[in-house]
């Protein structure tokens, strides 16, 4: 033992005894002690203790039956518990904290699996049959050894030395559940950790078999991984071991240079990452992180080469925002508003920039804030993390032109509010003032109105618009009635 870690155990001992004392815990305990049944806090929690990160999930795991324990615990604490059989499983909340009971098992665990469990297995089982070392720490609820770390694996010197590593033979492990590969990479993304060789080697050879789990568990840990503090080495890590490819073969094309004629383009694999990355220092919005990753998916598909300009990828962005629903159809996201808010942003990333590059109009203005709507000020963020360039010059004139642009945003906004527009002439009205049914007339006029103001021939206000139509209604031959 390292003097390292006893020190680390020595602090551990306080913060387990403190623990201990918490109410549900204690009322936990007691039950575990007066059944006489051996019982033990396990997995994430007891990691994230280590770590001093705040969990609020608490998993108990029984030698024996460990339905029977939440039951009696749970009426000891006056709370509702829920059973699921099937699972083997019982938990129930606390105000403070969200407990859940299972059985010691023989073989693989793993929260949501479908198949039978064979329970009555021993502590040691139990922890031979879980994911990594670090997730395999136990702190024992039983009187003779209470608040000891029970730690086969010196999962303590693997969070120190941050390492994940599987307790068994990684092939038995990932055999035993292939989204660990993926767990395997999001934990090294989201606790900064490394994957020791012999895991990730296992990995690489394991990665076909990720076919075998549901499109719905995979996406949940790709999720975790685009909502972590650095997602780029999830990614690099999906990309090196094959396993990106599989599930997510759009993303995976978009690695590589090519050059013709001297000429290069950018590896557009690392600049979408790098644009994920800067998104995420600014934002933890799951949907505007996937539209970062997604921004630019369209560029192999229209990638062209011209003599004299070079690479093109002329309309990635509307072909991009086609490919949002396929991808997210294929991967089991939901297809509802927040697709479209991706789809939007993936559409709408180049307008900033073609704006900044010319002469910011009032108009160009006004039509991206009415296609943007509310989603402007995260239009602009996606922007400002596009720029990756690393010409300090080229940076700095963007970042200064996209300053532009927002302080125009912001005048136009106040001066003509097109943000959440709402046309100032209805269609009841027009039809009304003319004794007209709905139809193109109709359309047409209410249209015309929306262009004029757009183009600053009108300002957005009823009297302007209410004369405009006059003058549209005339031109198209309809009288008052
Ligand atoms: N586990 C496992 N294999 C899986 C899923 C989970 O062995 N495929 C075990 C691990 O011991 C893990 C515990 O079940 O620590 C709880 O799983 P889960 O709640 O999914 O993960 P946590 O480790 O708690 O981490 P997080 O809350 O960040 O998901």
């Known amino acids: 033992m390292t003097d390292k870690k006893t020190i680390l155990e020595h602090v551990l001992k306080d913060e387990i005894t403190q623990i201990l004392s918490y109410s549900t815990m204690r009322q936990i305990k007691e039950v575990v002690q007066t059944e006489n049944i051996r019982a033990y806090i396990i997995g994430g929690y007891v990691r994230d203790l280590i770590l001093q990160r705040h969990s609020n999930d608490l998993d108990i795991v029984v030698e024996g039956n460990g339905i029977e324990i939440a039951q009696k615990a749970a009426r000891k604490l006056g709370v509702q518990v829920n059973v699921f059989k099937n699972f083997g499983t019982a938990m129930f909340k606390t105000p403070d904290i969200e407990v859940e009971f299972v059985g010691a098992r023989k073989e693989s665990y793993r929260k949501e699996s479908r198949k039978p469990i064979v329970e009555n297995g021993s502590l040691e089982e139990d922890q031979n049959r879980r994911d990594f070392t670090i997730n395999a720490l136990a702190i024992s609820l039983n009187k003779e050894n209470l608040g000891s770390i029970i730690d086969p694996f010196d999962g303590i010197s693997d969070l120190e030395q941050k390492l994940i590593r599987t ?185 900033p920039i073609v704006l900044a590059q010319d002469e910011v109009t009032d108009s160009a203005v006004r039509r991206l804030l009415f296609d943007a709507g509310d989603d402007i000020d995260d239009l602009m963020m996606l922007c400002d993390a596009d720029i990756t360039s690393k010409n300090r010059n080229t940076v700095a004139k963007y970042l200064n032109n996209f300053q532009l642009v927002r302080t125009k945003l912001k005048e136009i906004e106040e001066k003509d509010a097109i943000r959440n527009f709402q046309p100032p002439v209805s269609g009841e009205i027009i039809m009304e003032t003319y004794g007209i049914g709905p139809g193109r007339e109709v359309g047409l006029i209410k249209n015309a109105i929306k262009e004029a103001i757009l183009d600053g021939i009108i300002k957005n206000n009823y009297d302007e618009a209410y004369e405009f139509m006059q003058k549209e209604a005339e031109k198209l031959g309809i009288v008052k009635k």
């Open 167 to 351: 307790p068994l033979n990684p092939d038995v492990t990932f055999s035993d559940d292939p989204l660990r590969m993926i767990r395997a990479i999001r934990f090294a993304a989201q606790l900064n950790f490394t994957i020791v060789d012999e895991t990730f080697e296992a990995i690489e050879r394991n990665a076909e078999r990720i076919f075998i789990v549901s499109k719905e568990r995979v996406c949940e840990e790709l999720n975790k991984i685009i909502l972590s503090e650095n997602p780029s080495t999830g990614f690099h890590l999906l990309e090196k071991s094959g396993l990106l490819k599989l599930i997510f073969p759009q993303l995976s094309l978009l690695k590589g240079v090519e050059s013709k004629n001297g000429k290069k383009h950018k590896d557009n694999f690392e600049h979408t990452l790098q644009v994920l990355d800067n998104i995420a220092l600014k934002s933890n919005n799951l949907w505007l992180r996937w539209a970062a990753l997604l921004h630019d998916i369209a560029k192999p598909a229209t990638k062209k080469f011209d003599e004299n300009t070079g690479w093109t990828f002329h309309g990635h962005e509307f072909i991009g925002s086609k490919m949002v629903f396929e991808i997210f159809k294929q991967l089991k996201l939901p297809l509802n508003e927040k697709m479209k808010y991706v789809q939007k942003l993936v559409l709408l990333h180049l307008r």
